[in-house]
């Protein structure tokens, strides 16, 4: 655990010799995502747009139990994965 630990180390003492003084501090990524986002080539790239979050009625359990390979007719059944 100690190399492992001293690699992760090793590698944020790489990070923290990057130049970010131009970088803009975010709180999350998918801010830069409302926009357009320059590529890596340096040319202007348009970005993936979020889709609305609109609510939708959800589906109705029973046509969908019916359509289940194995069902008890509330869950679905699945092979066990993990022996107690």
């Not at 655990?1 to 790489?14: F, K, S, T």
């Amino acid at each position: 655990m100690g190399r492992d630990l001293n690699a992760i180390l090793g590698y944020i003492a790489q990070l923290n010799e990057l130049d970010v003084a131009s970088v803009a501090p975010m709180a999350q990524v998918s801010e830069i995502v409302a926009g357009v986002m320059p590529d890596t080539t340096g040319a202007e790239a348009s970005a993936a747009l979020l889709r609305d979050d609109t609510p939708v009625p959800c589906l109705e359990r029973a046509p969908v139990m019916q359509e289940a390979p194995e069902t008890d007719g509330a869950f679905f059944k699945v092979p066990q994965v993990i022996g107690r």
